[in-house]
Each structure stands twice: as structure tokens, then as C-alpha cells.
């Protein structure tokens, strides 16, 4: 795995963000504010939640925002691809942004980890989403996500191993200084439970530790850094450094941001996840806890 594979609280340049996650009553005082992008990164079913935050815009993982030429779903797309598809989103070099989910905190922390893998640290999840926003009695607009602003100038500036491929996590998990977590249900990960993607085998990366991403989150919102420090901990040994995979490379982002909160500095995530891995191959796979 890249030594420089990090997820930190707030970058240098992370925009007046207090660390990589936001609660309601921040967004809220902010919301007007010139400057401020809101994306709606919503995923699946969720997409249709016919509401949304005043003024976000649609961060689409399941279309635009991944590479549809990839074998499998929800892979990052190329530098190029994401920087046209983030300046039609109107999105400037000195703008911050927030994105959140319909779901709580779920797809959310997946266009945390590309914003921040294409080097723009200036970005926080919104804890809880749009359901806790909706509990605090906030306003919210019905219908879809509303057009863009005029085009931004974003830059994509990659950072190389925050996003690796199966040949690292192969090393990672031949590496005893690296724990590699799947943020998968604790069924599919034992190979219990079908895959959802036809096609898939069942269980798990032999040496792989499990870590269901619900578990770092506490009604919809995640945990105090010191509860998530002491779970990692727990979980891993003590072993400083993770790569993070789930299905498809996108709850495994909410283990990411976990691990960041935690105070950790060297977290990559598996960007193919089970999609690829659990493809009929020579990788191993095994089941059982």
C-alpha cells in the first residue's frame, strides 16, 4: 500500500471545515453562504427521495460520476472525466463543498473519498444526511437536484494511493502492518448471504477483518472520534494502517472517513471491492467469520 495514502481531519487547504464531517446546525448557519456546494451523492433507490437540501446538486455515483466503461460498477473515473464532470457541476478551485446522502450517511462518504482523491481537500460529509436534516425541522425542496451554476474551474490533481487496485490489497494482506476491513453485512461476509450482483462467490479475502459500516455510525450519524478510535483499535490489533473494501467501493469510504475521525493517516480504499474480487478468479476467497 502507498505510505501516502492518507485521510486526515482537516486538510490544509480543507476551506474553513472543521474536519472531514459537518453536522446539520453547521450547514445550516452556512447555507447561503457564496462559496458554499452542496451535493447530493445519493445512490440507488435513494436518488429518488424527491426531496432535497435547498440549492444541492446531484453528485451522480451510479452515472456520470463513475467510469461506465469498467467492468464493474462505481469505479473512479480518470482525472479528465472528473474534472468535466465536477466543473458542470459549477464547482470552483475555492469553493467547499459538502455533500450528503438520502440514506444518512451511506454513498455520501464515497464523494468525500473521490473529491479527496483527486487532491481537493476542501470537502465534508454531512452527518446524518438529508434525514437528519429532515428531523431538525430544516427546510427542504421537492423535487430533483437543480441544475448546476455556470461551469467551475475544478482541477483534478490525483493523489496517488488513496484509491489501489487488487494487486495492493493482494500485498496488503500479505503485509502484518496492514489490516484490511470489509465494510460488508457480517453474512455476506461469511458467505451466508447471496452476493446482490449476480455472478459473485460468496465470503471473504482470507486474513480480511470485518467491520459492517453501520457499525461506526450511531442513528444514522457516526460515532465520537474516541468510541471509533477505541473500535478500530480493538478490531486491528493496534495496526496503523488500512485498505477498506465492501461491494463496491462505497460503504467501504464510510470506514475511510471512520478511520480519519479515529485520528488515522494511512487508509486506502479498494476501489473494485467485492464487484471484482468475488469475480470467478484465482484470488482466494473464503467463508466463516
Given at each position: 500500500?502507498?505510505?501516502?495514502?492518507?485521510?486526515?481531519?482537516?486538510?490544509?487547504?480543507?476551506?474553513?471545515?472543521?474536519?472531514?464531517?459537518?453536522?446539520?446546525?453547521?450547514?445550516?448557519?452556512?447555507?447561503?453562504?457564496?462559496g458554499l456546494v452542496v451535493l447530493d451523492a445519493s445512490v440507488g433507490a435513494h436518488r429518488e427521495a424527491g426531496r432535497r437540501i435547498p440549492?444541492?446538486?446531484?453528485?451522480?455515483?451510479?452515472?456520470?460520476?463513475?467510469?461506465?466503461?469498467?467492468?464493474?460498477?462505481?469505479?473512479?473515473?480518470?482525472?479528465?472525466?472528473?474534472?468535466?464532470?465536477?466543473?458542470?457541476?459549477?464547482?470552483?478551485?475555492?469553493?467547499?463543498?459538502?455533500?450528503?446522502?438520502?440514506?444518512?450517511?451511506?454513498?455520501?462518504?464515497?464523494?468525500?473519498?473521490?473529491?479527496?482523491?483527486?487532491?481537493?481537500?476542501?470537502?465534508?460529509?454531512?452527518?446524518?444526511?438529508?434525514?437528519?436534516?429532515?428531523?431538525?425541522?430544516?427546510?427542504?425542496?421537492?423535487?430533483?437536484?437543480?441544475?448546476?451554476?455556470?461551469?467551475?474551474?475544478?482541477?483534478?490533481?490525483?493523489?496517488?494511493?488513496?484509491?489501489?487496485?487488487?494487486?495492493?490489497?493482494?500485498?496488503?494482506?500479505?503485509?502484518?502492518?496492514?489490516?484490511?476491513?470489509?465494510?460488508?453485512?457480517?453474512?455476506?461476509?461469511?458467505?451466508?448471504?447471496?452476493?446482490?450482483?449476480?455472478?459473485?462467490?460468496?465470503?471473504?479475502?482470507?486474513?480480511?477483518?470485518?467491520?459492517?459500516?453501520?457499525?461506526?455510525?450511531?442513528?444514522?450519524?457516526?460515532?465520537?472520534?474516541?468510541?471509533?478510535?477505541a473500535l478500530y483499535e480493538s478490531l486491528t490489533g493496534g495496526r496503523e494502517r488500512f485498505v477498506a473494501c465492501c461491494g463496491s467501493g462505497?460503504?467501504?469510504?464510510?470506514?475511510?472517513?471512520?478511520?480519519?475521525?479515529?485520528?488515522?493517516?494511512?487508509?486506502?480504499?479498494?476501489?473494485?471491492?467485492?464487484?471484482?474480487?468475488?469475480?470467478?478468479?484465482?484470488?482466494?476467497?473464503?467463508?466463516?467469520?
Amino acid at each position: 500500500m502507498a505510505e501516502d495514502a492518507q485521510t486526515t481531519g482537516a486538510a490544509p487547504d480543507a476551506g474553513g471545515l472543521p474536519g472531514p464531517l459537518v453536522d446539520i446546525g453547521w450547514l445550516a448557519d452556512r447555507a447561503a453562504d457564496g462559496g458554499l456546494v452542496v451535493l447530493d451523492a445519493s445512490v440507488g433507490a435513494h436518488r429518488e427521495a424527491g426531496r432535497r437540501i435547498p440549492g444541492a446538486r446531484r453528485f451522480d455515483i451510479d452515472g456520470a460520476l463513475s467510469d461506465r466503461a469498467a467492468s464493474v460498477p462505481h469505479t473512479m473515473p480518470g482525472a479528465a472525466h472528473f474534472t468535466r464532470e465536477v466543473r458542470a457541476l459549477g464547482v470552483r478551485e475555492t469553493d467547499t463543498v459538502v455533500v450528503y446522502d438520502a440514506a444518512g450517511l451511506y454513498s455520501s462518504a464515497r464523494a468525500w473519498w473521490m473529491f479527496r482523491a483527486m487532491g481537493f481537500g476542501r470537502v465534508a460529509v454531512l452527518d446524518g444526511g438529508l434525514p437528519a436534516w429532515e428531523a431538525a425541522g430544516l427546510p427542504v425542496d421537492a423535487g430533483g437536484p437543480r441544475a448546476a451554476a455556470p461551469e467551475g474551474d475544478f482541477v483534478a490533481r490525483p493523489r496517488p494511493g488513496l484509491l489501489v487496485d487488487g494487486d495492493a490489497v493482494v500485498a496488503a494482506l500479505a503485509d502484518p502492518g496492514v489490516a484490511v476491513l470489509d465494510a460488508r453485512s457480517r453474512e455476506r461476509f461469511a458467505g451466508t448471504a447471496a452476493e446482490p450482483r449476480p455472478g459473485l462467490r460468496g465470503g471473504h479475502m482470507p486474513g480480511a477483518l470485518n467491520l459492517p459500516f453501520g457499525e461506526v455510525q450511531r442513528d444514522g450519524r457516526m460515532l465520537p472520534p474516541p468510541e471509533l478510535r477505541a473500535l478500530y483499535e480493538s478490531l486491528t490489533g493496534g495496526r496503523e494502517r488500512f485498505v477498506a473494501c465492501c461491494g463496491s467501493g462505497v460503504t467501504a469510504c464510510v470506514l475511510a472517513l471512520g478511520a480519519g475521525l479515529a485520528g488515522y493517516h494511512a487508509v486506502s480504499v479498494y476501489d473494485g471491492s467485492w464487484s471484482e474480487w468475488g469475480l470467478p478468479s484465482p484470488r482466494p476467497v473464503v467463508t466463516g467469520p
